[in-house]
């Protein structure tokens, strides 16, 4: 059985916009330009796509799983005009300065599952983020990586994410 080519996306500044504050609010909410016609080419080549995303506001109370849950459906509403779907959601709800774990990127938890979850191919599979947090994580993961400035457009990396 072939392994699958999965696409690990961070959330804030790669499907919706990052805006420096936490997005807990669909008054705070949209998403990157370009991100659902990306996605859906990428679709179309045999990708599977799984969310990894720190969360830590949730440890500090200043949302809620609720809330993040919100802006999840919101994004998956809008994918969802595309044909796309989010394979699986992994968020870590964890700051340094109020708990300890193993998800947290740059640590590899999150995209270790999805591996395990999936029977990703690594050698075939990515990770995209706008941070270097997580680059560090894919890498620890053993993906290919894919750093991008916050908020840009990924319909100009859909040839390069599917030449491997």
């Excluded at 340094?96 to 270790?112: A, F, N, Q, V, W």
């Amino acid at each position: 059985m072939e392994k699958t080519k999965i696409i690990f996306l961070d959330r804030d500044g790669v499907l919706n916009t990052e805006r420096k504050e936490y997005t807990y609010h669909l008054s705070h909410f949209s998403m990157v330009e370009g991100i659902g016609d990306a996605l859906a080419a990428l679709k179309e080549k045999g990708f599977l796509f799984v969310v990894a995303t720190n969360q830590s506001g949730i440890a500090k109370g200043i949302y809620t799983r609720s809330d993040m849950q919100t802006i999840n459906k919101a994004i998956a509403q809008h994918l969802a005009n595309y044909g796309v779907e989010i394979a699986a959601w992994y968020y870590c709800p964890h700051h340094p300065d109020y708990s300890l774990c193993t998800c947290r990127k740059p640590d590899s938890g999150m995209l270790e599952r999805g591996l395990a979850r999936f029977k990703g191919n690594k050698t075939k599979s990515w990770f995209i983020g706008d941070k270097e947090r997580d680059i560090e994580a894919g890498k620890k993961a053993g993906l290919l990586t894919l750093k991008i400035e916050s908020n840009e457009d990924l319909r100009p990396y859909i040839k390069m994410l599917n030449n491997v």
